[in-house]
């Protein structure tokens, strides 16, 4: 299956001054803004050469409340995969990692892709969390 690395992600306070800081200190272009409307999150996907950075803000929790909400998890990287459903089956059968979502779920019209996503966390990893994401526009 084709495999890549996409982004790594993390909640921030405040959105906009979080990508002024990105792009001052360190040349961090915009790509998009987007919204993920389930979890009622805004959020702002970053590039600097071939590094791209997910900041995501929920304007009606403090970082604090995210900790909370989340599970302690406030980051993850992502990787896109061409077939989600073989590569979930394939980590479902792995004795240490557990799929953190039922069901794998549709994120559309976010910047140029309709995805389908779902969370997995590795406890052998500190911090496992990672989101394996295939982009259904393309093959349409």
Known sequence: ?????????????????????YQETFGFEVLYYGVVEVAHERLAMLRLGNFTLELLWVPTHTPEELREKY???????????????????????????????????????????????TFFCCFFLWSGWFEIMQNIKEQN
Not at 96 to 113: F, Q
């Open 1 to 21: 299956h084709g495999v890549t690395t996409h982004h790594t992600a993390f909640f921030v306070a405040d959105l906009e001054e979080s990508v002024q800081f």
């Open 71 to 117: 599970l302690q998890v406030d980051h993850h990287f992502a990787i896109l995969v061409d077939d989600i459903h073989a590569v979930k089956e394939k980590l479902l059968k792995h004795p240490k990692v557990t799929c953190e979502e039922a069901e794998i779920r549709s994120v559309p019209n976010l910047g140029d892709m309709d995805l389908l996503v």
